[in-house]
């Protein structure tokens, strides 16, 4: 029934209109007026332009159709004297707001907070040192990046010894004994020690670089599982000084409806993504950068929360899911170690509506 009255009202008013152009008073805002709101999930647009009635050949009447409920029938059949118009929509929108319980409000609010004098260049210092790979890189963090001194910064790998060229196919610490990169041209779906003993190098706030050594891999590809990503298992724990990254569920970033962070045409959408020369982009207009050259696949792409990042999936590659902590599970168990201290850590997000 409230559909019913909805649709009812859409003929009514599409008479009223009907009549303003009949009787010459039909209004034609300019393009730059303000016609009214719009929303569309969390975003809130202000609509510029008009719908303007244009008049045409009055038009002969026929009966509306008898299956039609009645009352609409009613309201059709009001219009038999009106002549035929037609409606020139240039309405355009023009992003104002997200609405404030929502999870792009505190994204893009907490963003647009901490980007005075920021730049999208993650390292000061980068570089493979003389005796590479015996010796550890040279790294240091840029101060004025967009994501210093967020939580969990310091998961990102600067490099480490299976990569092609520098910062390709990247490593970041999920937990204190995994790493995660891409699945895809890693040698084939495995669990195995094709990557024993490789190093991998953390940095922390302070500019220390940490070794960590390679015990086992498992790798999964979207041809044989569905699935793609390479999960590391190091042959130590990491220190505190290194955090691993907390994780958002797939499905509450980029998912289809419903889904709690919403990309708006025209509203920005702010995702942290770092790239393989050592920029960082974060998807909004004065901070983008190329993240989709080769090599750049299974860098992180990272929700920018309050004080945080947060992994929300691999460029190209999977996000964390059950599958993924089971592989981990096994691989710990490998080692002789207790999955239980080693598990992923999700960001709550059930507290945001869904859209």
């Keep these: 029934m409230i559909h019913l009255q909805k649709l009812v009202w859409r003929v009514l008013k599409l008479g009223f209109l009907c009549f303003l152009a009949s009787s010459g008073n039909a209004q034609q805002p300019s393009s730059g007026d303000s016609a009214g709101w719009a929303t569309n999930g969390p975003g809130v ?8 009635v244009v008049p045409a050949q ?5 009966q509306p159709p008898l299956e039609l409920p009645v009352e609409l029938r009613r309201a059709m059949a009001a219009f038999r004297t009106m002549g035929n118009v037609t409606l020139r929509n240039t309405l355009k929108n023009s992003f104002d707001h997200f609405l404030p319980e929502s999870l792009n409000n505190l994204v893009w609010t907490n963003f647009i907070a901490h980007t005075n004098g920021r730049s ?3 390292w000061s210092a980068r570089a493979y040192s003389p005796g590479w790979p015996a010796q550890p890189p040279v790294a240091q963090w840029n101060v004025n990046s967009l994501i210093w001194g967020l939580k969990g910064l310091t998961a990102l790998s600067p490099c480490w010894e299976q990569e092609g060229s520098p910062g390709q196919v990247p490593i970041t610490a999920l937990t204190k004994r995994h790493g995660y990169t891409r699945g895809h041209s890693m040698g ?3 669990v195995g020690t094709l990557y024993a003993g490789k190093k991998v190098w953390f940095v922390t706030q302070q500019n220390k670089v940490v070794e960590m050594k390679v015990a086992r891999e498992i790798v999964r590809t979207v041809e044989t599982s569905g699935r793609d990503y390479t999960i590391l298992l190091f042959s130590s724990d990491l220190p505190d000084s290194i955090q691993p990254m907390r994780v958002a569920p797939p499905k509450s970033v980029f998912n289809p409806s419903p889904t709690k962070y919403v990309e708006l045409m025209g509203a920005p959408c702010p995702l942290f993504k770092t790239e393989q020369a050592g920029h960082v982009s974060a998807n909004v207009p004065e901070f983008m950068v190329d993240t ?9 792409d990272m929700l920018p929360m309050p004080g945080e990042l947060v992994f929300a999936n691999g460029r190209a590659t999977s996000g964390a899911s059950p599958e993924m902590q089971a592989d ?5 168990r490998l080692a002789g170690l207790d999955p239980r201290k080693y598990q992923l850590q999700s960001v709550d997000l059930s507290g945001y509506p869904s859209y």
Excluded: A, H, N, W
């Design 45 to 52: 647009f202000r609509q510029l332009g008009s719908v303007q």
């Design 58 to 62: 009055p038009v002969s009447y026929s």
């Design 120 to 122: 999208t260049v993650v």
């Design 188 to 190: 084939g779906e495995r």
């Design 292 to 300: 989709f050259k080769g090599g750049d696949s299974g860098s992180p």
């Design 328 to 332: 981990m599970d096994k691989l710990t």
